[in-house]
């Protein structure tokens, strides 16, 4: 899907919306979350626009497996990523998961322990 008018997310992703990347590749763009809830807090979307990870269909296999790899390259570079470290993968879907912008999303969160289940 081309970008979304309004979306923030095809905001960021277009540059148009100023955001601190600390990575992009040719189908994801990786940025600090503004309201970061752990030392690392990163979110890593595709740059073509899916509403959320309950939308995802096998057309989207190619963004799904690079949110996974990308995800491992930012962990690396964060120094979260070894086996004695580690780091939470989230994607919000809807209202009961308090999703708040509609461009699928993963958050990586790490640098502390988290509790589970989540609250
Ligand atoms: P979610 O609840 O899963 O939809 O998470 C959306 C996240 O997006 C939330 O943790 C805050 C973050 N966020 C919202 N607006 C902005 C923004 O303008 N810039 C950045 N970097 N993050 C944002």
Redesign the pocket.
Known sequence: MSPVDGC?FCG?VAGD?P??IVRSDERTVA?????P?APV?V?IVPRRHIEHAGAVGPEDAGEVTALLVAARAVADAEGIGGKDRGYRL???VGPD?????PHL?M?LLGGRTFDWPPG
Do not use: T
């Open positions: 923030l960021i919306v955001a601190d940025f600090r979350d503004v309201s809830q807090h979110l989230v994607c919000n998961a308090l999703n708040s912008v999303h958050h």
